[in-house]
């Protein structure tokens, strides 16, 4: 069995959003499989120094255009959260809740939800009442859910996966490893076909 594709993501991000998208069926037609990974940006831009690229004058509009060609290249549908970027540590708690309680396939899946909620139809994750609903859509217990998030547990689990994450060399999301070589950015998916492919190059 070949080695997993570990995929860290951030909730907020729009490159992970678009990443996710393809990640999975280009992983499995090499006969791996995805490990999702949710952290807090913040986190490692805080030890990297950076913040986000929407936070700089000078590469708000240009960034603002890239998160939307991106997506409509992909072919995908995409809006901009009516607020940007936002907090999601609550979301990625509820990812950790269900990867060790229900497994990967589950978190997986409820990353996928988080992501297109919030670029697609601009649900505010970080808002208590618009989180749960959507885990009610999603099939969950929408009151359980904000037990957990609001659970040192699972406050400590998400702290752990973003010092982990730092201490691997993520600084952004979506960061790709395959085989231990990293690769940040939904525009590295040229390198990672090629690497999956055939290997290192």
């Not at 909730?11 to 090499?30: D, K, V």
């Not at 009516?82 to 809740?97: C, G, Y």
């Not at 609001?150 to 973003?162: E, V």
């Amino acid at each position: 069995m070949k080695p997993p594709v570990i995929f860290y993501f951030d909730f907020s991000s729009p490159y992970s959003y678009i990443a996710n998208e393809w990640l999975g069926a280009l992983a499995a037609r090499h006969g791996r499989r995805v490990q999702h990974q949710a952290i807090l940006l913040g986190a490692t831009f805080q030890v990297a120094e950076l913040k986000s690229p929407v936070s700089y004058p000078l590469k708000r509009e240009y960034s603002l255009r890239d998160f939307e060609r991106s997506a409509r290249f992909e072919g995908l549908p995409y809006a901009l959260p009516p607020v940007f970027p936002i907090p999601t540590q609550n979301a990625a708690r509820v990812f950790w809740w269900l990867s060790e309680t229900r497994g990967e396939q589950a978190a997986a899946a409820w990353a996928t939800a988080g992501l297109r909620a919030l670029f697609t139809a601009g649900v505010p994750l970080n808002e208590p009442d618009a989180l749960k609903a959507l885990a009610v859509r999603h099939g969950l217990d929408g009151s359980e859910c904000e037990r957990v998030w609001n659970d040192p547990q699972w406050k400590a689990r998400l702290k752990r996966a973003n010092d982990e994450a730092i201490g691997a060399g993520v600084f952004g999301a979506p960061f790709i490893v395959i085989d231990g070589e990293p690769f940040w950015g939904n525009d590295r998916r040229p390198q990672i076909e090629r690497w999956l492919a055939q290997g290192p190059f």
